[in-house]
Nanobody, 125 residues
Framework: QLQLVESGGGSVRAGGSLRLSCAVSGNTDTGYCFGWFRQAPGKEREGVAAIDSDGTTTYTDSVKGRFTISQDNAKNTLYLQMDSLKPEDTAIYYC???????????????????WGKGTLVTVSS
């Protein structure tokens, strides 16, 4: 079992930046993949970015070049650096994890096994 706790959400103007963090605890053996998902009001959950235990990353097209997913294994923390934010990035952002097996693309499409409770990001125009 993993426990995931997000932080770093807030309000920012369009063009600004935020960095989300996700503290990971529990069975933190190597081999887990991690991801960031978001859900905007009235919309379905969307996979944003994912990272494999070997550092391989993947992003949804709408955030490529603007968002960067990374992990600090020594701190058991996952990050999402969000730059050039747009109003359409407004959503609750969730950290998630799953032991490797499926491709990152599949995980982003169908979700992962372990979830945090989310942190709200609001981008104003």
């Amino acid at each position: 079992q993993l426990q995931l706790v997000e932080s770093g959400g807030g309000s920012v103007r369009a063009g600004g930046s935020l960095r989300l963090s996700c503290a990971v605890s529990g069975n933190t053996d190597t081999g887990y993949c991690f991801g960031w998902f978001r859900q905007a009001p009235g919309k379905e959950r969307e996979g944003v970015a994912a990272i494999d235990s070997d550092g391989t990353t993947t992003y949804t097209d709408s955030v490529k070049g603007r968002f960067t997913i990374s992990q600090d294994n020594a701190k058991n923390t996952l990050y999402l650096q969000m730059d050039s934010l747009k109003p359409e990035d407004t959503a609750i952002y969730y950290c998630a994890a799953e032991f490797r097996g499926r491709t990152l693309a599949m995980m982003l499409l169908y979700g992962m096994n372990f979830w945090g409770k989310g942190t709200l990001v609001t981008v104003s125009s």
